[in-house]
């Protein structure tokens, strides 16, 4: 049995391929402003990557965003529950799951069985999201993953005035201009995500064992922030982070076919 | 006066707003205490009267601020709003 | 990098003072100080006339933003800080008008200059600035009934309308009237946030949307923003529009329109300058805070 999840972001499409329940593709494609040829070929990538083609593939379900714009999934599903599917199969302990992606981030509250239970999201702000981070490492003028590395280097705690990606560009800039050093303005800008995000997992619920995904979970320097700021004794990266959403919405897939069968 | 203090963004409206006129009958200033995240402070406005308002860098967090008081279900519960016995605070979300 | 960016809002260097007027004759010299985040503004009163305002750019450093607009509105009179005799400071920087004997609301200020350039008439201002959006409500003396602000987020300020300008390579002062060249009414672009809206404008071109049009869209979602803003408080005529978003008739009919009141005019011969508003008021403040000072120490004279 060959399953594919897709994940259909605003800046980036994902696509899994499940074979008798084992991952044997990833991919990621931009998203583009045509989701549904960006999705087709990332199928097509991943099947090729797999040694199969896509009329292999028995059952396909879409998530994210732009999964309406998918007319070849089977079936539709919404972030929540792929994440929540995910996650749960990854680490099933896990009882919060927090989902941060380039435009939006998600937190989701879920019982021993992975059932959900209750969640939040910051959504339509760019502050709330990788966005940000991601834009204040442009005003800097450095790699966003060296962004991260050197957040971890600072021991002050600057707060920002500003809580928009647009005004915090120019608060950055004054802050270079002001001498503060790179890592400062580095903790800085993650510390202030971190506390957005945070905020948002609480309007969900905060249970231990949390657990992260998106895209945003490779940066090593908001992981760190966001830890403190959630003031939890451990927060678990999810493997393959960015592939969480696929991977969960491949699981349904899976699940689904079989109930079919 | 109503005075709304708050923001507008992508996600949403989230505005707590004073009645000033009220507020002046407070004895208690029972707001101060009642908030866990200490938004409320008693200031002389700009027409001398003393009278709650918000902390000035609290005023763009309002959503993350208060979030940690407000049930998924309603937020009848609120300290602040419990607090509050002239009935001058309300909030938008 | 932003210092290359044009600037909208941005005054240049602004000076004017009354005709024929000896300042060393009055009995009382007041001012006002507005520190905006872009600009400045000095308001002088001599016995509660105005006398003369100095508009400039805010710098990086607010005390000497301060200093640099009362000098300006000073120059060439003799006069130095010395001979005021009362200074209220106001704006986002009010706190750092270190000479202010008084510092007053931006809000509170803005209604009170408003209450005397337009007349007792106004109710409801509405001012667009480059960081933030305010609608306020008063009475017919200027004071404050009802207010809110907006300046945590940039849409629906002049800055989320700088970005969307650069990201289509159009300039500012062009905006409103090529956004009335247009075919239809497009819809609003659907999303307030000024990130997000950067990379819808962007999708809405390749799809084959004119310049134009993407401009109508967005000055319709700003229009909308501000719209919502102002349902919150209410309007009440006469309504008065200053900030350097109201030079931008794109925005400013569509708000007119969706709210269904139109703003009224400073007569065109008018001296008074709406960027000043601020400023006035917070002289206005400082003439009746000055005179209730010189009242009580008089009754505290008479009683000893």
């Known amino acids: ?261 | 006066m109503i005075a709304n203090y708050g923001y507008r963004d992508g996600s949403g409206e989230y505005y707590l707003t004073i009645d000033t006129d009220r507020c002046i009958e407070c004895r208690g200033r029972w707001c101060v205490d009642a908030c866990p995240q200490s938004l409320f402070i008693i200031e002389a406005d700009d027409y001398d009267d003393e009278v709650a308002t918000i902390v000035l860098t609290a005023r763009k967090q309002l959503k993350e601020k208060c979030a940690g008081c407000k049930p998924s279900a309603g937020y009848e519960t609120l300290p602040c709003l419990t607090a509050c016995l002239p009935v001058a605070i309300s909030h938008s979300w | 990098m932003i210092e290359e960016k044009r600037e909208f809002w941005r005054w240049t260097e602004k000076i004017w003072r009354a005709d024929g007027v000896d300042w060393k004759d009055a009995a009382s010299v007041t001012v006002g100080i507005d520190v905006g985040s872009v600009s400045s503004q000095a308001v002088v009163l001599t016995d509660g006339r105005l006398f003369a305002f100095y508009s400039t750019r805010t710098g990086s450093n607010s005390p000497d933003s301060a200093k640099k607009a009362l000098g300006g509105a000073m120059e060439g009179t003799d006069m130095t800080i010395d001979d005021v005799h009362y200074v209220v400071g106001t704006g986002y920087g009010r706190v750092n008008v270190p000479f202010a004997n008084r510092a007053i609301t931006e809000i509170a200020c803005h209604a009170r200059g408003a209450n005397f350039m337009v007349g007792p008439s106004v109710r409801t201002i509405l001012d667009m600035g480059g960081q933030d959006c305010k609608v306020i409500r008063c009475d017919d003396k200027g004071k404050v009934q009802n207010f809110i602000m907006n300046d945590k987020c940039a849409a629906g300020t002049g800055r989320g309308m700088e970005v969307i300008a650069d990201t289509l390579g159009v300039p500012i002062e062009d905006i409103g009237v090529r956004s009335f060249d247009i075919d239809d009414e497009p819809e609003p672009v659907s999303n307030v946030c000024t990130v997000f809206a950067k990379s819808e404008a962007t999708a809405l071109l390749k799809a084959g949307w004119s310049v134009n049009r993407v401009l109508a869209a967005y000055c319709s979602a700003m229009a909308e923003r501000v719209a919502s803003l102002i349902d919150r408080v209410g309007v009440e005529k006469d309504f008065f529009i200053t900030g350097g978003i109201a030079k931008n008739s794109g925005v400013v009919r569509r708000i007119e329109r969706r709210i269904g009141v139109e703003a009224v005019k400073l007569p065109a011969d008018t001296n008074l300058d709406p960027q000043i508003a601020g400023a006035l008021g917070a002289a206005l403040f400082a003439h009746a805070l000055l005179r209730r000072q010189q009242k009580a120490e008089a009754a505290a004279g008479a009683a000893a």
Do not use: W
């Open chain 1, 1 to 261: 049995m060959i399953v594919a999840g897709i994940d259909v972001g605003s800046k980036n499409t994902h696509v899994v391929v499940l074979k008798h329940g084992e991952v044997v593709a990833r991919v990621a494609v931009p998203s583009g402003f045509e989701q549904e040829e960006a999705a087709r070929g990332g199928v097509a990538a991943a099947a090729a990557a797999a040694g199969i083609t896509v009329s292999d593939i028995d059952y396909m379900v879409a998530t994210g965003v732009g999964r309406k714009a998918i007319p070849f999934a089977q079936h539709l599903v919404t972030e929540v529950a792929a994440d929540a599917r995910g996650a749960h199969a990854l680490v099933p302990e896990v009882r919060t799951i927090i989902d941060v992606g380039a435009d939006e981030a998600l937190a989701i509250r879920v019982d021993a069985a992975g059932k959900v239970v209750d969640f939040a999201a910051n959504e339509k702000c760019a502050a709330g999201a990788g966005a940000f981070v991601e834009a204040m490492s442009r005003a800097l003028e450095v790699s966003l993953t060296r962004f991260g590395e050197i957040s971890l280097e600072s021991t002050k705690s600057i707060p920002m005035n500003a809580q928009c990606t647009v005004f915090a560009e120019s608060e950055v800039v004054s802050l270079i201009h002001s001498n503060t050093s790179e890592k400062d303005i580095a903790k800085a800008v993650h510390d202030a995500m971190a506390g957005r995000v945070s905020a948002m997992v609480r309007r969900a619920g905060l249970e231990e064992v949390v657990v992260i995904g998106g895209g945003v979970a490779y940066n090593v320097g908001f992981v760190k922030a966001l830890k403190d700021t959630l003031g939890v004794r451990e927060l678990r990266v999810v493997p393959d982070p960015e592939y969480l959403g696929s991977y969960g919405a491949a699981l349904i897939a899976a699940d689904r076919a079989a109930e079919r069968a």
